[in-house]
């Protein structure tokens, strides 16, 4: 059967629907899938990768703040409804994936038009713009969260969780040990506790000036710190941080090894991102939740508000993270009670097999329009 996946525009969109693809290739070894994306965005690059073709659409986000501007966005969206119409109709899909983003917007409308069945996929705890004016024309809505119904049909709702990266599963506290202690040069131990500080691949300012304005604390602590800065960032914390890099401190723009990353880590302070919030449940890791204020409709604070109503997590306010951040981690890792508490409470958030649960779905959908 045939399927047209479309969405993207960060990674946050683009891989969800790459695990989809591979799910649906895995449940239906005759599938044939294409992906339709918006010219110029990260999904041009990355769907390719993942051994996809992909078709880019000239759509881009509306410009809310200058009105005027968008007249010739409106052009690049009509422009884009009909080509989007001439590639349902030269392919001819069974079901119509929607990841949110730009292109999803164009090719699900069309589709749907056409009289194609659709699946959306909403990542976050508050729904994206494109997916909430798709909502009717949806067969089916695949969510991350509970409590969507104040965006969505409650009848179209399933509670699937966000697919996450399966080799996460399989790395080991002992092998975490080895790996870090070759790699980075430090002397870490089994019998420390051990931060993990992950700010994405650009970084996060607010995450790194916390760190930085309280490194003498940190070294004061029986502690293991593996600090993850970005690209951006991470040449100034390196100079900054170099009296304690191989000693209790790893600092680096990158990690290779998430699977060890997560592994070693007792507590993780992070971004609240709808895929690293899916990653940490799944993983049961007790975390400290900064969401990035730099988002549409703040939807990194909804994310993180969805565990800490169920005591799952703990959250510090971007404001306010340059000085509590650290002690408030510290305060915790020291605190065996709270790390067992935010741990099992997390751990009941999972929601595993989401990838696979999702392509089931759409097949469902598929098999019905066959009928």
Known sequence: MKYLISGGGTGGHIFPAVSIANALQELDKES????????????????????????????????????????????????????????????????????????????????????????????????????????????????????????????????????????????????????????????????????????????????????LSHLDTLAQHNIQVIWQTGKSYYNDCKIKAQEHIGKWLICTDFLGRMDLSYAIADLVISRAGASSISELCLLGKPCILVPSPNVAEDHQTHNAMALVSKNAAVMVKDLDAKEQMVCTSLDILENEEQLNTLRKNILELAQKDSARRIAEEVIKLAKEKQK
């Not at 990768?49 to 009105?67: E, S």
């Not at 109709?89 to 990841?99: A, D, E, R, Y």
């Not at 909430?132 to 179209?156: Q, T, W």
């Open 32 to 211: 044939d899938i294409l992906f339709v994306g918006a010219l110029g965005r990260m999904e041009m690059e990355r769907v390719p990768q993942a051994g996809y073709k992909i078709i880019g659409l000239p759509v881009r986000g509306f410009d809310r703040k200058h009105l005027w501007k968008n007249i010739p966005i409106m052009m690049d969206l009509l422009r884009s409804m009909w080509q989007a119409r001439k590639i349902v109709k030269t392919f001819q899909p069974h079901v119509g994936i929607g990841v949110g983003g730009y292109a999803s917007g164009a090719a699900m409308k069309v589709a749907s038009t056409m009289g194609i069945p659709i699946l959306l996929q909403e990542q976050n705890g508050f729904a994206g713009v494109t997916n909430k004016l798709l909502k009717n024309n949806a067969s089916k809505i695949c969510v991350a969260y509970e409590g969507m119904e104040r965006f969505f049909p409650a009848d179209k709702i399933i509670l699937t969780g966000n697919p996450v990266r399966q080799n996460l599963m399989n790395g080991s506290r002992d092998e975490a040990i080895e790996y870090f202690n070759e790699t980075y040069g430090v002397k870490f131990s089994k019998d420390k506790k051990t931060m993990l500080i992950i700010g994405g691949s650009l970084g996060a300012r607010t995450i790194n000036e916390g760190i």
